[in-house]
């Protein structure tokens, strides 16, 4: 993988993936060109040039190692320590194993939950609905819309009677009868 290279040499030597012949016609377009607007350009196009963005590389460097080392065959403790000699910080090792542990996580719980489910078989299901003729005694939506809307107007109902005893409080305590 292309983004494991460029991580691993840029961590070695980040002026290794620097285009030099790149900077060199920059350097000589920048001679040439009189306007100095368009030399502030070119001057800013270089220093473009000579950098190196380590945070994008090192972020597709830690997508990429996991298909990397599936793909090349190497265990992944091994992996961690080849790249731990080859100078890959610690942090960005924590974030590649973070991310493949938890998916490997979720993919044991998914398998362990489908493990646990037990078949239901045609008695209890039969046993679980009312025979022909009986009402199903379930709430019925508009029983349950019902206590719904109960329950909203309480609580407003309960506020508005607390409104009206605070005020009546205040108005005596001021002296108004009422």
């Known amino acids: 993988m292309d983004a494991v290279a460029q991580y691993l040499k840029a961590l070695a030597d980040p002026a290794s993936l620097i285009d030099q012949a790149a900077l060199d016609k920059l350097d000589t377009r920048i001679a040439r060109t009189k ?18 963005d380590l945070e994008t590389l090192e972020d597709a460097f830690v997508e990429a190692v ?26 960005v ?22 493990k646990k489910r037990t078949r239901v078989d045609r008695t209890t299901i039969e046993g679980a609905v009312p025979p022909k003729g009986e009402i199903f005694t379930g709430p019925t939506p508009s029983t349950k ?30 002296g108004c009868r009422e």
């Not at 991310?99 to 398998?111: A, Y």
């Open 35 to 52: 306007d100095p607007i368009a030399r502030v350009k070119l001057r800013a196009e270089r220093a473009r040039a000579e950098s190196v």
């Open 145 to 174: 819309a019902a206590a719904r809307h109960r329950r909203r107007t309480r609580g407003s109902d309960r506020a508005a009677r607390q409104r009206v005893r605070a005020g009546a409080a205040s108005r005596r305590a001021a």
């Open 93 to 114: 090792l924590d974030r590649i194993w973070s991310t493949t542990k938890s998916s490997k996580t979720r993919t044991k719980e998914s398998s362990s939950r489908s």
């Open 66 to 91: 996991p298909a990397w080392i599936e793909q090349e065959g190497i265990a992944p403790t091994d992996a961690r320590a080849a790249f731990e000699a080859e100078g890959v910080p610690k942090a």
